[in-house]
């Protein structure tokens, strides 16, 4: 009876990124739709060594440090190795220290390259079969790393990239055989993906206050990248959305890797309305239901804008950074070249196309048959290796008892790392109620503050109303007193007045009154 195959897939699923979280889910998916009895593990350079949330508690085994014996050793009692996706193939090992928040020399200890170009070598090659599963190529290659992948390839079983682009850097390398232009697989992220756990993730942003609590909003997204940039985004996004009208902004990280978080912050700071920002640590499903339930997409991230195509959502490619070379392998492929922006000048009219609705749409379908196609290579291989390996003969019962051996170890890692995983899980949760607390309890407490700062200013205003009150009662007091005494004055010399004009002196000099006041008039 044949053995159930055994599948690994090799790759950096372990970095806090998220479109490196998608390419294990989706393998492991369309591998066990092919073969049900398949067992499909996956393997980092440090696996579940270095946890991250976007990983959602899955398990991914350490690829270590890089030796001829430890290749030999991962890839005993395996039917297939898939190496892949994403842009692995390269010899920039010490870009993994900044991903890993370790030294430059641990990196280059680690050497994952060689795991991703080299694989297990060309003995184990003869009996566990090697594919290359949609990788990219960021660079040409030159010299002796051209001459690494020439001779790696020669026994490959199968060979994919995920773009025109990466192909003809190994045909210009020198690589002389088939090579497969496959579309990334997130493109089928909505078979990992469901429409509840959408619906629940989306409940979820929008209780705690991450997601707009009505509309579609614009989602935008960067890296570090773009830093250089953010004042030409900030401007551009300011006039689109004053043409659209009132459509709210969700600022996006993908992950912590590239410095997603840097870029929004720098937004955040230039932009002149309220955002919407995401958890510190989404889930993968956190931010496809980010996108998907958006308006469109204007990011540098290409799983996000792959994401976004495959639910038919208007793209602005954010190709500003330069050096992004699988942006542009996606836009042609896709057939959406109208979407990348290359430069300034071009942000504003793309946000314009993806607010109003325009560029939608392509060839998903065309696209998925194309994965589905080499999903069948890659069953097809891991099923002929597995006949092959279950002949019956001592070789294959040894290695099928490595193999038990190996298995139950694995499974106690797992067990130990899920329920650290639980562990930190639960911690994370208890922080997250104590820091709402603290936040709340810091609002009462300002407002509490703000009020008692408000009723000590009343005190002191009453005080001075009361004070010019008393000040205006004196001088009040005072005029009535002068006003009193004025007028008591007035009556006595009134009083004399009347005296005087009815004395019989006044009378008898009244002739000569009289005659004074005509001398007068005659004088003047």
């Known amino acids: 009876m044949p053995s159930a195959p055994r599948l690994a897939i090799w790759g950096t699923f372990d970095v806090d990124n998220f479109g490196d979280h998608l390419f294990p889910r989706i393998f492991e998916h369309e591998m066990k739709r092919r073969l049900p009895s398949a067992e499909v593990h996956a393997f980092s350079p440090l696996?579940?060594?270095?946890?991250?949330?976007?990983?959602?508690?899955?398990?991914?085994?350490?690829?270590?440090?890089?030796?001829?014996?430890?290749?030999?050793?991962?890839?005993?009692?395996?039917?297939?190795?898939?190496?892949?996706?994403?842009?692995?193939?390269?010899?920039?090992?010490?870009?993994?220290?900044s991903y890993y928040g370790t030294s430059i020399g641990e990196a280059r200890r680690l050497r994952p390259s060689a795991f991703f170009i080299d694989g297990p070598g060309p003995a184990l090659e003869e009996r566990c079969p090697v594919a290359w599963h949609s990788?990219?190529?960021?660079?040409?290659?030159?010299?002796?790393?051209?001459?690494?992948?020439?001779?790696?390839?020669?026994?490959?079983?199968?060979?994919?990239?995920?773009?025109?682009?990466?192909?003809?850097?190994?045909?210009?390398?020198?690589?002389?055989?088939?090579?497969?232009?496959?579309?990334?697989?997130?493109l089928l992220v909505d078979r990992v993906v469901?429409?509840?756990?959408?619906?629940?993730?989306?409940?979820?942003?929008?209780?705690?206050?991450?997601?707009?609590?009505?509309?579609?909003?614009?989602v935008v997204q960067g890296s570090r990248q773009l830093l250089p940039r953010v004042d030409d985004v900030a401007r551009a996004l300011t006039a689109a959305l004053e043409e659209a009208g009132e459509v709210p902004i969700l600022l996006l990280e993908t992950g912590a890797c590239h410095g997603d978080g840097e870029f929004a912050d720098a937004l955040e700071a230039v932009l002149p309305r309220r955002v919407h920002r995401m958890p510190e640590s989404p889930t993968v499903e956190d931010v496809v239901a980010a996108i998907v339930q958006s308006r469109g997409f204007a990011g540098l991230s290409l799983h996000?804008?792959?994401?976004?195509?495959?639910?038919g959502l208007p793209t602005a490619i954010l190709g500003l950074a330069g050096g992004y070379s699988k942006l542009?392998?996606?836009?042609?492929?896709?057939?959406?070249?109208d979407a990348l922006v290359r430069s300034p000048d071009e942000l504003l009219p793309a946000l314009r196309r993806v607010l109003a609705g325009d560029g939608a749409g392509g060839d998903v379908a065309g696209l998925s048959r194309r994965i589905d196609a080499h999903f069948d290579v890659l069953a097809e291989l891991a099923e002929r290796s597995a006949a092959q390996r279950s002949d019956g003969t001592g070789a294959d019962v040894a290695s099928r008892g490595e193999a038990m051996l190996g298995r139950a170890f694995e499974g106690r890692g797992r067990r130990l790392v899920q329920q650290r995983l639980r562990l930190a899980d639960e911690i994370e949760a208890l922080e997250r109620t104590l820091r709402e607390r603290e936040e709340r309890l810091a609002e009462v407490e300002a407002h509490a503050a703000a009020r008692a700062e408000d009723a000590a200013l009343a005190t002191r205003r009453l005080a001075e109303v009361e004070n010019a009150w008393s000040v205006a009662t004196r001088r009040l007091a005072e005029v009535e007193a002068w006003a009193a005494a004025t007028a008591e004055e007035h009556g006595r010399t009134k009083e004399e007045l009347n005296r005087?004009?009815?004395?019989?002196?006044?009378?008898?000099?009244?002739?000569l009154r009289a005659a004074y006041a005509g001398a007068r008039r005659l004088v003047s």
């Open 500 to 511: 005087l004009q009815t004395s019989r002196l006044f009378r008898y000099t009244a002739p």
């Open 304 to 311: 996000g804008s792959l994401v976004a195509f495959a639910r």
């Open 194 to 218: 469901s429409e509840q756990q959408l619906e629940r993730r989306l409940a979820y942003l929008r209780g705690i206050g991450s997601y707009p609590p009505s509309g579609r909003p614009l």
């Open 135 to 186: 990788v990219g190529l960021p660079f040409d290659l030159e010299g002796e790393i051209a001459e690494r992948v020439r001779s790696a390839l020669e026994r490959r079983a199968y060979v994919s990239v995920r773009d025109e682009i990466s192909r003809e850097r190994l045909v210009r390398a020198g690589v002389d055989r088939e090579i497969a232009v496959v579309p990334d697989s997130a």
């Open 47 to 97: 696996g579940h060594l270095h946890p991250v949330p976007l990983a959602g508690g899955r398990v991914v085994e350490p690829l270590g440090a890089w030796s001829p014996e430890r290749a030999a050793e991962l890839a005993r009692g395996y039917d297939l190795i898939a190496i892949g996706g994403g842009e692995i193939i390269h010899t920039l090992d010490d870009a993994y220290a």
């Open 328 to 337: 542009a392998g996606f836009a042609a492929l896709a057939g959406r070249e």
